[in-house]
């Protein structure tokens, strides 16, 4: 086949037009049909036409699941983790009508894990000298920027977590004064001072916190009468106090996941 060729989609049979084609192992798929696979997937490529029209008939499924769904508990901002607490299901979806927008819906036992990534980066800041060029301050001056992701692990046929961010824009501090270090080996400013890192910090906590509580209750409730429960990997839940992470040594202030790495607190 040439280049220009006319191309099918393999799952409707409808003509694919210019630069609508998205390949698949054994085949081709129309750009109508990709929009209807799970945000979450992204194993397209290696995925042959039957599988492909295997995910088509769950999300179909699903979409019964998101008519029925009845948000009871709603957490995060922007992209928000939705619970239906009658049915033991829960979402991660910005939409507000769950039927059309068809957002993957999952039940408690799904859930093999949660924790939350906080990526900081920093950039130096400069300053003016006489001679009208930048040079660093003595000791030098930074502004951090920080980003709040959660990861949501599932066992799921299509994918195995679900993963978005919290803060619509990343979270800059400038410590003041009193907060820089005053040597290059005195650490860094404690980001707690930030209100809104402290936000972000905490949402990303209480949606940790909600999902392990709906796996362990889950847990619980498939637990067969006179047989021990499961034990499972659980993270802990926040503690007051400040702590140091076992697993990258980062100082907190408080909290029960590391602010650094994402660990839970042991």
Not at 222 to 228: C, F, M, Q, R, T
Request: hydrophobic share 30%.
């Amino acid at each position: 086949m040439g280049l220009f060729d006319k191309k099918y989609c393999d799952v409707c049979g409808e003509k694919i037009g210019l630069l609508g084609n998205r390949k698949l192992e054994d085949g081709n798929l129309c750009k109508e049909c990709a929009r209807k696979l799970s945000p979450w997937f992204s194993d397209r490529r290696s995925s042959t036409v039957e599988e492909i029209k295997q995910q088509l008939a769950y999300r179909e499924e699903n979409r019964k699941k998101a008519a029925q769904f009845r948000t009871t508990r709603a957490l995060g901002e922007d992209r928000k983790v939705l619970l239906d607490e009658e049915h033991r299901w829960f979402t991660v979806t910005r939409a507000r009508d769950l039927e059309e927008a068809n957002p993957d819906i999952l039940d408690y036992d799904a859930i093999t894990g949660c924790r939350m990534d906080i990526d900081e980066s920093k950039t130096e800041l400069m300053r003016e000298n006489a001679d009208g060029k930048e040079v660093s301050y003595v000791p030098p001056r930074y502004e951090y920027s920080y980003d709040f992701e959660i990861v949501i692990s599932v066992r799921h046929p299509y994918f195995d977590e679900m993963r978005f961010r919290l803060n619509g824009s990343s979270v800059d501090f400038e410590p003041s004064a009193m907060l820089r270090p005053k040597s290059f080996n005195a650490g860094r400013p404690d980001p707690e001072s930030c209100a809104e890192y402290r936000k972000y910090r905490q949402m990303g906590d209480e949606i940790c916190l909600c999902l392990e509580e709906a796996r362990r209750g889950s847990a619980a409730a498939d637990a067969v009468p006179g047989e021990a429960p499961a034990v499972l990997q659980t993270e802990a839940a926040p503690s007051s106090g400040p702590w140091t992470c076992s697993a990258c040594g980062g100082a907190n202030s408080r909290g029960g996941f590391c602010e650094y790495c994402g660990s839970p607190r042991q």
